[in-house]
């Protein structure tokens, strides 16, 4: 497959949510996946994780524990992205990130024992997850980032360690014609009013 230009990955990328279920080749996979370790990452820590899932088996686990006792209702809500056969779960550690700002050459910064003022590790996370996000689209696939609704049940069905954080979870696959969001009824903000030249 001949990689797109990047400006128009990023004017066909959107948020999917309907899928076929059809299988997605390994080599694809891989691409994928391997984008994430591409990600920015502050002190270098690269503090996050990905759970992949592929096919109905363990995507299945995946839904039964995002939504327990719910009766199915996620399945029937989101019959399409439910048929996506990848699923990537993103968790970040906090405690990578104290652990590398302790470290010699960055403990002079005094962000390690206290407050924080952003959370890095959800912000690399979220860079990894966008780089996901945009290599399916140059691959040919579709993709959603969608949150976690359970975490604890998502913990104990998949044994993911204390201290790893689900900071969301992207259904990957080939794309079914769908409705778009309704929420894209709210259109773009203008872009003058989103860019501050020298001042607000």
């Known amino acids: 497959m001949v990689a797109m230009e990047l400006s128009e990955v990023l004017r066909r990328r959107r948020m999917v949510r ?3 279920d059809r299988p997605i080749p390994a080599d694809v996979v891989e691409r994928v996946l391997a984008s994430a370790v591409r990600a920015p990452s502050a002190g270098f820590t690269q503090g996050w994780d990905l759970l992949v899932l592929e096919g109905p088996e363990q995507t299945g686990r995946f839904w039964a524990a995002s939504a327990p006792g719910d009766g199915g209702r ?4 989101w019959p399409g992205v439910v048929r996506a056969p990848l699923l990537v779960v993103v968790l970040s550690s906090e405690a990578a990130y104290r652990a590398r700002y302790a470290e010699a050459d960055k403990a002079h910064l005094d962000v390690g024992g206290g407050e924080w003022p952003v959370p890095w590790w959800h912000v690399d996370a979220a860079f990894a997850s966008l780089l996901i ?39 990957v696959g080939y ?5 778009p969001s309704s929420s894209v009824a709210r259109g773009r903000r203008p872009f003058d009013q989103v860019v501050h030249r020298g001042h607000w």
């Open 18 to 20: 309907d899928f076929d």
């Open 74 to 77: 996620a399945r029937s809500r």
């Open 133 to 171: 996000l945009l290599t399916a689209v140059d691959e040919g696939l579709g993709a959603l980032f969608f949150g976690v609704s359970d975490a604890d049940a998502l913990r104990a069905a998949f044994a993911i360690p204390a201290g790893h954080a689900p900071v969301g979870a992207m259904a």
């Open 175 to 179: 794309a079914r014609p769908d409705r």
